[in-house]
């Protein structure tokens, strides 16, 4: 059709992992209420040792966590620890604040490979209570050219137990080789990211570490492989309301990032503890801030 983009993500570190971060990306900040997505490995970890991603906070959000391959531990501020396998799905509410981490299991080793997404709450509840909940199965729907496993909102008439404010989809979809015709709802934005193997969006291609835009009005996108392939699926209706993003803060201003910074830095209630053998990762400071000048011991 002529209006796929494909653009190229960037590595960060997350952990002990480095992640291909695919969103957001310029010029593409959010996709519906989406608005970050990693996808991890696959890497090796071991019983003692997998993301290691320490204590941490996060507001305005919620996290979405699927895993392909592997086991990971979640635990977090409202005392959750959930252990995360293939075919499950964690989804925790930040709202008002909320700590977490990412850890080994003690059990597990090989390989590990996941996304870990971001939806951006909505004015009328982005500071209400924090929530966690672990779905232990979903929805699966075949359509002969692929599997479409349903992470959020209804496709095909089957529709994701995980409770979202927004109006949006996620679909992890194993593409078997050929074409797979893939319906879209028109008003909304969608985009495709390759997870594993060379993929055709529409007649462009897309690899592991890029994402493919497509704009609102489609009504249906085709994707094709070669061989065996895995892509994300992401959409939603245009979010209405500018974001503000840094760090692990979702906001809508740097004077409410700025808050949102002192109160982890301060140990502040609006987080509260995790019980972690790992560290309490500190905010790096934001650029706009002043700089704190501590007094010489002497003086």
Known sequence: MGDVQVLDGREAQVGKFTVRRVLPTRPLRTVGAWCFADHMGPAEVTATSGLDVGPHPHTGLQTVTWLMSGEALHKDSLGSEQLIRPGQLNLMTAGHGVVHSEEATGSYAGTLHGVQLWVAQPDDVRDGAPD???????????????????????????TSPARFVTDLVGLDIVVRTGRATLPLRPDFEHAVVALEGEVLVDDVVARPGQIASLPPGRDHVVVGALETSRVLLLGGVPFPEPLFMWWNFVAR???????????????????????????????????????????????
């Open 132 to 158: 966690f909940a672990h779905h232990a199965s979903l929805p699966v729907v075949d359509t002969g050219a692929a599997l479409a496993t349903i992470l959020a909102g209804t496709f095909l008439g089957e």
């Open 253 to 299: 201003s740097a004077e409410e990032v700025s808050r949102f910074y002192a109160d982890w830095r301060d140990h502040g209630e609006r987080f509260g503890e995790v019980r972690s053998s790992l560290g309490r990762i500190p905010s790096p400071v934001p650029p706009w801030e002043p700089v704190r000048v501590r007094p010489h011991p002497n003086l």
